[in-house]
């Protein structure tokens, strides 16, 4: 099973903005996942964890 989500499927089940998870994980807001920049790279990566997406859907995180 996979243990992550994406971005866009994060925004589907939320129904938050792809753009305001992104900014909420930049930020440490969001209490499901992290973003990540390595230091040659001008993209971020983005990860959320479906178990911690879960509980904070559920208002348990």
């Not at 971005?7 to 973003?35: H, M, N």
């Amino acid at each position: 099973m996979n243990e992550v989500m994406t971005v866009k499927e994060a925004s589907k089940l939320s129904g938050l903005t792809e753009q305001a998870i992104r900014c909420g994980l930049k930020a440490g807001k969001l209490p499901f996942g992290f973003a990540f920049k390595s230091d040659n790279s001008k993209c971020w990566s983005y990860k959320i964890m479906k178990k911690r997406f879960k509980l904070w859907l559920e208002g348990k995180l």
